[in-house]
C-alpha cells in the first residue's frame, strides 16, 4: 500500500487535455451511419478525436476546418467519389501530406488503382475489422511522421496547470488487477502499443465513482486513460 501513498489527495481534471496538437484526429468519410459508428467507437476507445463526414463535400469542409492526422474513406460517396476526394486533398497545400486510407467495398481491380494514383496510401477491403482499420491507420501515421519530422507532437501542457479540486476520500484504492481489465491502447504520440500499469479507483463517492488506468510507452512516457471520459492524456 506504501507504493500508492502517492494517491493519497490526488487531484483530478476538470477538462481532460484534448488540444488538437496533441490530440490524433481521423476524419471518417462514409456514407454508412453504421460503418461511422463502429468507426467512432473503436477511434475513440483508442484515444482518437472523431471527425466524420456523410459524403465528399462534407469531407473537404471538415478537413479544412480541422486537418486530421489521418483520413479514413470510402470510395462510393455522394457528391463528390472517393478517388475526386482523394485528388482534391492531395492538390490542396493544407491537405496534401494527410495519410488517406482507403476502406471500401469497391472491389473492381481498376477502379483501387485509380485510387491509389489518385493519392491514396493504402487501400483496404470490406469488412475490414476496427483493428486492422486502426492498425493501418497507425502505421500511414507513423510512416506520415518519419518522414516529416518538424511538428512537435510533444509539446503538452503541464498537468499541473490542470489542477483544480482535491478528491475527497471515500473508497479510494489502486490495483493492478482491476475488475473489469484494462483496455489495449496504442501511444498516441508513436502509435505502439501501450503497456498497461495500474488502476486508480476514486472519485467524490460511491455513487460517482471514477477509475483511471495507467499506461506507459517506452518512447513516449506515461499516459492516463480516465473511463468515464474515455479520454488518452500524457501525465
Ligand atoms: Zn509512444
Not at 502517492?6 to 490524433?24: H, I, K, Q
Not at 475488475?179 to 508513436?190: G, N, Q
Amino acid at each position: 500500500m506504501v507504493k500508492y501513498a502517492r494517491f493519497e489527495g490526488m487531484a483530478v481534471t476538470a477538462s481532460p487535455l484534448s488540444s488538437p496538437a496533441t490530440t490524433p484526429r481521423v476524419l471518417v468519410v462514409d456514407g454508412d451511419a453504421d460503418n461511422r459508428e463502429l468507426y467512432r467507437d473503436s477511434f475513440t476507445l483508442a484515444g482518437w478525436t472523431v471527425t466524420e463526414a456523410v459524403d465528399g463535400r462534407e469531407a473537404l469542409v471538415q478537413a479544412l476546418m480541422a486537418k486530421p492526422w489521418v483520413v479514413v474513406m470510402e470510395l462510393r460517396l455522394p457528391l463528390i467519389d472517393g478517388v475526386s476526394l482523394c485528388e482534391i486533398l492531395r492538390q490542396d497545400k493544407a491537405t496534401a501530406a494527410v495519410p488517406i486510407l482507403v476502406v471500401t467495398s469497391e472491389t473492381r481491380p481498376a477502379q483501387l488503382a485509380r485510387a491509389e494514383r489518385a493519392g491514396a496510401n493504402a487501400v483496404l477491403i470490406k469488412p475490414s475489422t476496427p483493428d486492422v482499420v486502426i492498425a493501418e491507420t497507425q502505421r500511414l501515421v507513423q510512416a506520415a511522421r518519419t518522414k516529416t519530422v518538424s511538428t512537435p507532437f510533444r509539446e503538452l501542457p503541464s498537468p499541473a496547470g490542470h489542477r483544480t479540486a482535491l478528491v475527497k476520500a471515500h473508497h479510494r484504492h489502486a490495483t493492478r488487477v482491476p475488475d473489469v481489465p484494462a483496455i489495449t491502447l496504442m501511444c498516441p504520440i508513436c502509435t505502439q502499443p501501450l503497456r498497461y500499469q495500474e488502476t486508480f479507483v476514486g472519485g467524490v463517492n460511491s455513487r460517482h465513482a471514477e477509475r483511471w488506468d495507467y499506461y506507459e510507452c517506452a518512447r513516449c512516457g506515461r499516459f492516463q486513460y480516465r473511463l468515464r471520459t474515455r479520454k488518452l492524456r500524457h501525465v
